[in-house]
């Protein structure tokens, strides 16, 4: 039952992959970008799909999804390089300091054992001055940012996104973005927590001065 409700939730996804892959080039025409939780490796894929000078990584918690990411980009066609897969941890990350320059992440974040612990170690694998963009579901969602869901995917596609909320019963809530923007062993300062259809996007910046 969530599979397929997963599936027909699919559009308003891969309209997210979509929207991310296409707002790359304003901040990084070249450069490495790493996927934390990439799962079966969608967003990598569509990343250098649509950015065929970026270095693409993609890491994930379990081998299965590695290997089915990996299997979904050799069927897949790049007009540059293809994306690489690793089996990883977000809270320690096989990089070294300040490898990427763009970090990304969608539907994870409330996975990971602890939010600040593995911001900390995006901050780690970023460069001075690189960006995290990290999506996840969104548990409390304005009424403005429901009827732009409506607006854009119509109602049964907005319908199907929202059971799929329902049956998963995870994802951050406006106040859990906020307590994490706002702890203070958090690495990155002065970020944001902004809506973006149905996810909440932590958008974080490393300071050109490198705290570590
Ligand atoms: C809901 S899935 C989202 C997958 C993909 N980003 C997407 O948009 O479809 C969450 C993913 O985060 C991964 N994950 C969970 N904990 C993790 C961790 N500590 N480090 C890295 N990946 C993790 C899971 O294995 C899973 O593939």
Known sequence: MV???RGLYSAVREGLYQDIALAIPAVLKEGRVLDIGAGKGRLPIRIAQENPNLDVYGVDISSKSIEEAEIS???ARFPGKRPRFSVGDVSSLAFEDGYFDLVVSTYSLHHWPDGVTGLNEVYRVL???GEAWIYDHWADPTPKAVSGIRRRYGNLNYIFARLHMHFIRHG?????ASDILNDPALLFKGGTA???GLALLLR????S???R
């Open 3 to 5: 599979n397929l409700i």
């Open 73 to 75: 980009s050799r069927q």
């Open 127 to 129: 460069k001075p001055g």
């Open 172 to 176: 951050i809530t406006s106040k859990q």
């Open 194 to 196: 902004k809506e973006n």
């Open 204 to 207: 974080l910046k490393k300071g």
């Open 209 to 211: 001065l490198n705290r």
